[in-house]
C-alpha cells in the first residue's frame, strides 16, 4: 500500500513532466481536459502531477501510437479504473491485452 501511495504523491510540475515524457504543456492539458489525467491543483492553481500520472501520460502515447483514438483511450481508462484485472470472454487478461482488443475493436469500427 505505501508503494501505491508514493507513486499518487503529486509532486512533479508541467515543466518535468513535459521533460519526462516529451509532451508539450498544451498536449498535457488536452488530456485533462478530456479527464484522462487528473493532477492535483496547489493553492494558487497550479498543476501538480503524481507519478501515476505520468504512467497514464506514456500510456496515453502508447495506445495513441497503436492507433487507438481519444475515445477509445478513454474506454481503456474507464475499464481499468473499475478493476484491476480484466476478463475477456471469461479469461482474465493484462493490460496490453486489454489495449490490443480495444485497437481492434476500434479499427474494426474505422
Known amino acids: 500500500m505505501k508503494k501505491d501511495y508514493r507513486k ?5 510540475p508541467i515543466r518535468t513532466v513535459m ?5 508539450s504543456a498544451r ?6 481536459e478530456h479527464e484522462l489525467v ?3 491543483r496547489t493553492d494558487g492553481n497550479r498543476r501538480l502531477f503524481s507519478l501515476q ?3 497514464e501520460l506514456l500510456e496515453i502515447q502508447e495506445l495513441l ?9 478513454k474506454k481503456v481508462f474507464a ?3 473499475t478493476s484491476n484485472s480484466h476478463t475477456y470472454r471469461g479469461k482474465t487478461i493484462s493490460n496490453g491485452e486489454l489495449r490490443a482488443i480495444v485497437l481492434r475493436e476500434m479499427q474494426a469500427l474505422s
Open 38 to 40: 487528473e493532477p492535483m
Open 65 to 73: 501510437e497503436e492507433g487507438v483514438n481519444i475515445a477509445g483511450i
Open 79 to 81: 475499464l481499468k479504473r
Open 53 to 55: 500520472n505520468v504512467d
Open 8 to 12: 499518487a504523491m503529486p509532486i512533479l
Open 19 to 23: 521533460q519526462i515524457t516529451n509532451l
Open 27 to 32: 498536449q498535457i492539458r488536452y488530456y485533462e
